[in-house]
């Protein structure tokens, strides 16, 4: 094993988006407003990805693995101290993106792609569980088709159209910033 980044992530990173999204005049209809949260949202992804590669490259084991993607989730999915009550809701949208790409990565690690079915496949069963209120078996749909991404399928992000909003519509919003990620691992720079 080469020896892996020390950190992936760090509390201090998160704070710092955090804090810009606090000092700044957020309207998610304006586009800097939405590319900042988009950016919130994929440099955590970015870390996921990395953490992953890190994996795949045997540079991390299944055990420090697990743990790097669970330091991140904590981090990210931690209460926000953010008095602006809009902006804590945008960020929260940001964060529930977010809970199916740790999912899936830990998924991905602890079992990998699964053998049958496609991206299509899983994201329609997690819709359909959604539906019948069973937000656990969706989760787990979702974060299989995650496993797929990492593991190189194409997510279309046009069949979010078909779908009624919902918690599957923002895990596959999540899902598409992973395979960004996966695509090009470059960190999102905090200043742009």
């Known amino acids: 094993m080469s020896n892996p980044p020390t950190?992936?992530?760090?509390?201090?990173?998160?704070?710092?988006?955090?804090?810009?999204?606090?000092?700044?005049?957020?309207?998610?209809?304006?586009?800097?407003?939405?590319?900042?949260?988009?950016?919130?949202q994929d440099d955590t992804a970015i870390a996921i990805a990395k953490i992953v590669?890190?994996?795949?490259?045997?540079?991390?084991?299944?055990?420090a693995t697990l743990e790097e993607i669970a330091e991140?989730?904590?981090i990210v999915l931690e209460e926000v101290d953010i008095a602006d009550e809009e902006k804590r809701m945008l960020v929260d949208g940001v964060q529930t993106s977010l809970v199916c790409v740790f999912f899936a990565a830990?998924?991905?690690?602890?079992?990998?792609?699964?053998?049958?079915?496609?991206l299509n496949d899983y994201l329609g069963a997690a819709a359909d569980a959604e539906a019948e209120e069973d937000l656990d078996a969706a989760l787990g749909y979702a974060a299989q088709a995650g496993?797929?991404?990492?593991?190189?399928?194409?997510?279309?992000?046009?069949?979010?159209?078909?779908l009624e909003y919902g918690l599957v519509t923002e895990w596959i919003n999540g899902l598409d910033s992973l395979q960004s990620a996966m695509s090009d691992p470059?960190?999102?720079e905090e200043d742009e």
Not at 53 to 63: G, P, V
Not at 147 to 162: A, F, N, Y
């Open 186 to 188: 470059e960190v999102v």
């Open 53 to 63: 590669a890190a994996y795949d490259d045997d540079d991390l084991d299944e055990e």
């Open 106 to 118: 830990e998924e991905y690690v602890a079992g990998g792609p699964p053998e049958e079915g496609s």
């Open 147 to 162: 496993t797929l991404i990492i593991d190189g399928e194409e997510l279309d992000v046009s069949m979010v159209e078909d």
């Open 72 to 74: 991140v989730r904590e």
């Open 7 to 40: 950190e992936f992530y760090s509390e201090e990173r998160w704070q710092n988006w955090i804090d810009r999204i606090d000092d700044e005049e957020i309207d998610p209809e304006d586009e800097d407003s939405a590319r900042l949260l988009l950016n919130l």
